[in-house]
């Protein structure tokens, strides 16, 4: 209520790392509640609700935040991040703008992504390019900066489909969780516990799809499903 209250004030300058701070814990604290203790108890295996996926759009939001408080500036208690965020921000731009280039055979052909691929004519093309890089690494305190590209990378075609339970854009997501288990606190029971459930709710509804089932066993394996 507090915040809410100050963000419908002026902003004073000293108030800006104050905000930032609220709105990174807020976001922390969005990430890590999660009102299951079991994967049938989670989306996406429960019925459609206007909450799901709320913790996204909380993390979106903290970008309107980011844009008052500028925690880089000089004077911030924040500016210490200013090294890792330039590091984060060149790679988020070295993603090409269209192709296949380092994308799996695999990723390209269930993902309809050919050399004529881009963002704006198959929604699947960011979110892969955003994850293929991450396989290559272990999440972890000190780089988990770069998973929350992905989150921030989606596009509003992707994240309509997220909330249709697309099989494919589950398919993104299961990997994500199951490369962000294990990493840090605010993500880890989140990532279980809804992994857990993409893949059983991907095994009970898509179990035709051969392609796709063989592409979730990296994520059934991550989450001690098999």
Sequence with gaps: ALFNKKLNKPIKPSDRDALWAA?????????????????????????????????????????????????????????????????????????????????????????DLDESSNAENNPYFNPVHELVPLLETEANRSNIFMYYSLISHMGPPFKRLLEQKDPRALLIFAYWYAKTVNSVWWLD?????????ICLYLERYHADETELQDMLQFPKMRFGLI
């Design 189 to 197: 029971r989140r990532s279980l516990v809804e992994g857990q459930a």
């Design 23 to 111: 709105a990174a814990l807020l976001g922390f604290l969005a990430m890590s509640w999660i009102d299951a203790a079991t994967p049938e108890e989670a989306w996406p295996l429960t019925e459609s609700d206007p909450a799901d996926l709320e913790w996204i759009r909380m993390s979106e939001s903290k970008a309107a935040i980011w844009e008052i408080a500028n925690p880089l500036r000089l004077d911030s208690l924040f500016h210490f991040m200013a090294k890792d965020y330039m590091s984060h921000q060149k790679l988020a731009l070295s993603k090409p703008e269209s192709g296949i280039d380092g994308i799996p055979p695999a990723f390209a052909h269930l993902y």
